[in-house]
Structures are given as structure tokens and as C-alpha cells.
């Protein structure tokens, strides 16, 4: 047999073996790195592979690869382990036939290389280690510079954490399947404001989505083509109005902490639009009115029966 029959029957045997591995349903990144570690093995043998015999790997792997990574000995062998057993199975009699050879690993028990790589156990952080996490991360926002690519990370994460929502299902989630109504949004602190001299700060109750009534800012910009935060109180600041980056999150977000009446005018002015846009009524909210009972039914204009107090246990003068 010539060297560019040999040759050309080598190519064929690799070739049948990548076909075989894919049809195994292997990804590509895995047969392309079984293939890397035979070509390795192959430039440093000189020869076809299946005339190595256990020496021959003795040397390899014992000298060639000392010094190497347990992860690349384990997987060079492996692909060649997996390479004779193809040969073994589909050419052991037409190889023979060739060259007279009988197919055989050359790895066995003895010179096989064995990952010495430990297994770390992945052992999930505690409660109070993600509650610091996110209490510092809660923070970010307003400091940041862009408050929308912020604000939307510290949103999915704890969604990942405590719903277990994945990151395909996060990216796929729209402003609609956000229920504002539900949330309760305190005002945040200045991190540049600090308390002036020793008085004691008046203590402000955190403001809660109690009145029947929606702010649709949002949805009233977007009307006019105003898609942005940062647009729109570009537009408030032409016209005088200052709003700081926190106040225009609120704003934005659909809950305000506080309105002034000037600021609506110029929101107003701003966008084109009336107050009967921005502020929604929702009726469905408004609690149905309580029956009185038999017991508390009493007639308009009826005055009530006065119970006439005892004469006797008056009370004592004081000493």
C-alpha cells in the first residue's frame, strides 16, 4: 500500500469518524475539540494513529504532557480512546487487510491519565448575604448616571432571586405585565442632602397608592412622541421648571411622591394637553358604600335619645 493510499485512507477514517460523532448528536464544539487532540497527538507521533502502541502513549502522556493541565491529558485521551473504539468497530477488518495491523487502544489501566481536578461544591449564598447585596444595590439607582439601564438591572434581579425567574423569560417581560398599582413607591433621599445642625429632621410618612386616581404621564408623552425621561425634562427646564433626577423617575414612573400645581401647568403647557389626561379617575376603586345596620339606622332630623345620668357615685371634689 502507497503512502498516498495510506494517506488518503487516513482522511477517510477521520472523516468517518466526525460524521459518526455528529450523528451521535455531539454539538460542533465538541467535535471540533476531539479532532484538535488528535491532530496534536498526531504531529507529535509522525505516524497514523493506530500503529501507536502503549509506549509509544507511555511517552506522550508521561513526558510530552507532565507538565500540562489535568483537563487537556484527560481530554486528549479521551478522543483518542474514542478515535480506536470507531476504529475497532467500523475498519478493524479493513485495516488489517491494509496494513496488517489489528486496532487496539494503546491506552490501558495502567498509563490511562486520570483528572486529579477536586470537585468544589457551589454552596448558595445566605439570606442575610443577598439582603446586603441588594440593600446596597437598592442605592445605585439614585446615584447613577443613567438611572433606565440601572434601574432595570436592580429589577430583575431580585425577580431572578426571589420568583426564580430565568433571563429568557426576564427579557421577554413589557411595561403591560407591570402592575403599578400594586406597588408602593417612598420617596428616596438626596445622597447629597445632609441634615443642618442638631435639630432633630421632621420624620415624613412614605407616600402609598391609596387615591382612586392614575397618573398617565407615561402614556400621555408617548402620545407626542416622547419616549424618554431625560427628553421630556429637557422640555420642563426650556420652560423654568428644574426637576432633579429622582423627582423625574417618580414623575416617569406613574408615582408621583408630589405634584405642584405650577409644575402640573407646565406639564401641561409642555405635552399640549389638559389635566384630564395626566390624572386617569378610577372609578372601580372607589369602596361601595356600607349598609347601616338596624341598629345604627336612625332617621334624618331625628334627634337621639338622651340617657338621663344617675344622681348617685359623683365624683369627689379634689383635695
Not at 15 to 32: M, P, Y
Not at 157 to 174: C, F, W
Request: charged fraction near 30%; proline fraction near 8%; include cysteine.
Amino acid at each position: 500500500m502507497s503512502e498516498e493510499e495510506l494517506a488518503e485512507f487516513e482522511t477517510d477514517v477521520l472523516s468517518g469518524f466526525v460524521l459518526a460523532r455528529a450523528s451521535a448528536g455531539l454539538v460542533d464544539s465538541t467535535i471540533r475539540n476531539d479532532t484538535h487532540h488528535l491532530e496534536l497527538i498526531r504531529d507529535w507521533f509522525g505516524r497514523p494513529l493506530w500503529e501507536m502502541e502503549p509506549a509509544d502513549a507511555d511517552v506522550y502522556f508521561g513526558k510530552v504532557l507532565r507538565d500540562a493541565k489535568p483537563s487537556t491529558r484527560t481530554g486528549q485521551a479521551a478522543a483518542l480512546a474514542v478515535l480506536f473504539q470507531f476504529l475497532e468497530l467500523r475498519h478493524k477488518v479493513e485495516l488489517h487487510n491494509l496494513t496488517g495491523r489489528v486496532a487496539e487502544c494503546p491506552l490501558d489501566e495502567m498509563n490511562r491519565p486520570r483528572a486529579s481536578v477536586e470537585p468544589q461544591l457551589r454552596i448558595p449564598p445566605s439570606e442575610a448575604e443577598v439582603e446586603a447585596l441588594f440593600a446596597g444595590w437598592r442605592e445605585e439607582p439614585v446615584t447613577c448616571r443613567k438611572f433606565g439601564p440601572a434601574a432595570r438591572n436592580y429589577a430583575v434581579a431580585p425577580l431572578a432571586a426571589d420568583v426564580g425567574l430565568r433571563i429568557n423569560e426576564a427579557r421577554r417581560l413589557d411595561l403591560d405585565d407591570v402592575r403599578w398599582e400594586l406597588a408602593v413607591y417612598p420617596r428616596p433621599r438626596h445622597p447629597c442632602r445632609r441634615r443642618l445642625g442638631r435639630r432633630t429632621a421632621a420624620r415624613h410618612r412614605p407616600m402609598e397608592w391609596t387615591g382612586p386616581v392614575k397618573w398617565n404621564l407615561r402614556l400621555t408623552a408617548a402620545n407626542r412622541g416622547i419616549w424618554k425621561a431625560s427628553e421630556l425634562q429637557r422640555m420642563l427646564a426650556e420652560r423654568g421648571v428644574v426637576i432633579s433626577a429622582g423627582k423625574m423617575s417618580g414623575l416617569w414612573s406613574g408615582q408621583p411622591n408630589t405634584v405642584k400645581l405650577d409644575e402640573l401647568d407646565v406639564v401641561c403647557a409642555v405635552l399640549g394637553c389638559g389635566i384630564e389626561e395626566l390624572l386617569l379617575p378610577e372609578l372601580e376603586r372607589v369602596p361601595e358604600p356600607v349598609p347601616a345596620t338596624d341598629s345604627q339606622a336612625t332617621a334624618v332630623g331625628q334627634p337621639r335619645a338622651v340617657a338621663p345620668r344617675p344622681l348617685t357615685c359623683r365624683s369627689l371634689p379634689p383635695r
